[in-house]
């Protein structure tokens, strides 16, 4: 018995050499593409709430603008791109989880300086290049 089973297992097979051929070199996904693709959907999702027909339009528009970039981004060739907005992604999301401390940017030197939360305005030296800045934490 080699009948419809078997082709459909050959032709499952088929498709999935052919999909990782396609694959091969492409990046695939990772977090910030699940992220992108959560939040194009629950903006679908918003849209069936909208009574308003001009933002209903706007945000369909940019849920499939966030669905279209996740594709982008997972059939990309420039994987090391793909793998720094990821990288920069979680960095981002660590900062928002850390309710510790407070992330600046050095006004010379763009380095980032972590400061501990609640303390008032402090001065605050740059590791890099020990410029001075005050902020409030
Ligand atoms: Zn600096």
Not at 57 to 71: D, E, R
């Amino acid at each position: 018995m080699n009948g419809f089973g078997g082709w459909l297992r050959q032709f499952g097979e088929k498709l999935k050499i052919g999909f990782s051929r396609f694959m091969m070199g492409r990046y695939g996904t990772d977090k910030l593409n699940t992220a992108i693709l959560l939040a194009g959907v629950a903006l679908c999702f918003v849209t069936f709430f909208t009574k308003n027909d001009f933002l209903d339009m706007l945000l369909s528009l940019l849920a499939n603008c966030l669905l279209i970039w996740a594709i982008f981004r997972s059939f990309s060739r420039n994987t090391y791109k793909r793998y720094q907005e990821n990288r920069k992604y979680l960095q981002l999301l660590d900062r928002v989880k850390d309710r510790q401390h407070r992330y600046y940017n050095c006004p010379r030197c763009h380095q980032v300086v972590r400061v501990p939360r609640g303390k008032g305005k402090i001065a605050i030296t740059c590791p890099k290049c020990k410029e001075k800045f005050i902020k409030k934490t």
